[in-house]
């Protein structure tokens, strides 16, 4: 297992990750991604983007920046976090779930965010994806509201992580 920040070469990689996780999701109802592929050349340019490596083959990925979605405001975080990293498009491809590389890819963002300063972990996770609420709560993440995204029917959990 390797974690790499992704570079402007990995781009196919972090696309194709996306392409499979959101096929899978659309299987499932969850129309929860677009192809977000502009985000993508985003937060690749703004080194932001970290790719699990299994034996050289991109398994996984995850993007942390400090950019909060606009639902964001109406969300009670801990008084604590005055700093935090926010949690984009965690990515395991289907043939590695159930692996441990969400959560490696969760262990590393919090050894990262304490490494740079940050104060807490935020992300927002879609309310029917149960495996990924359960692996939260089973990582300390304490869910700290509800937001309601305009695409979706069902709400998001909004989880923090104090560091």
């Not at 659309?26 to 699990?52: A, C, P, R, T």
């Not at 050289?56 to 639902?71: C, H, P, Q, R, Y």
């Not at 109406?74 to 441990?100: A, F, T, Y």
């Not at 050894?111 to 029917?128: D, Q």
Request: glycine content about 4%; proline content about 2%.
């Amino acid at each position: 297992m390797n974690i790499i920040k992704a570079s402007p070469a990995d781009i196919v990689e972090v696309l194709y990750l996306l392409k499979v996780c959101v096929l899978e999701m659309n299987i499932k109802g969850w129309y929860h991604w677009d192809m977000q592929n502009h985000l993508v050349k985003y937060d690749i340019e703004n080194n932001s983007v970290f790719l699990y490596k299994e034996n050289e083959v991109s398994v996984g990925a995850i993007t942390l920046n400090n950019e909060e979605i606009a639902e964001y405001k109406d969300v009670k975080w801990s008084h604590l976090s005055n700093n935090p990293l926010v949690v984009h498009r965690l990515l395991v491809h289907p043939n590695w779930r159930e692996k441990g590389v969400a959560k490696e890819l969760l262990v590393f963002s919090e050894n990262f965010a304490k490494e740079n300063g940050f104060t807490s972990l935020r992300l927002e996770v879609f309310s029917e994806n149960q495996e990924a609420v359960g692996l939260y709560n089973q990582l300390n993440y304490k869910q700290q509201g509800e937001i309601q995204l305009h695409y979706q029917k069902s709400p998001y959990y909004c989880f923090e992580k104090t560091l």
